[in-house]
């Protein structure tokens, strides 16, 4: 699907390794970390191929920022991701202390930002990132209904 006007680049490499992980049959979600205008890490959602229910596109990413730039607090950075985080990448954000979240497609059933628990809105959360959502929204909704079209 072409969007409407040009994605930032932070964007489109998260719907890329979307793609990545439903090439290689995962979930097609994407993340990206970005650290003043660099990239710092990307990954796709990757539980089925490492067998790790915890592989979320937003914790690996999360993680190999954190080693990249060698440090547990990955203040001043950005995550890009193609899916509304769940209630598990959530809390890793808030504890992460992202400073930005930029998500593309609401997910109404497991999403944790503007659904359901609504993690960075509770009184306990520790910290609490801006939130943008719908930037390549129709691209990443795209991408999820093609991949369960065809498993269908």
């Given at each position: ?121 509770q009184p306990t959360a520790l910290h609490r ?24």
């Amino acid at each position: 699907m072409t969007p409407r006007w040009p994605l930032p680049e932070p964007m489109r490499l998260a719907l890329a390794q979307a793609a990545a992980a439903a090439d290689a049959g995962a979930v097609p979600i994407g993340a990206v970390v970005v650290k003043d205008g660099a990239v710092v890490a990307m990954a796709h959602n990757g539980p089925r191929e490492t067998h790790d229910p915890t592989a979320h596109a937003e914790i690996i990413a999360i993680r190999a920022a954190a080693a990249s730039l060698r440090q547990d607090r990955l203040d001043g950075c950005d995550l890009w991701v193609t899916l509304e985080p769940c209630a598990m990448c959530a809390g890793a954000i808030v504890h992460a202390r992202i400073a930005r979240v930029y998500y593309a497609a609401p997910d109404a059933k497991g999403g944790a930002v503007e659904h359901g628990a609504r993690i960075f809105d509770q009184p306990t959360a520790l910290h609490r990132p801006e939130v943008y959502s719908g930037m390549g929204e129709a691209e990443a909704a795209d991408q999820l209904r093609r991949f369960f079209r065809e498993r269908r």
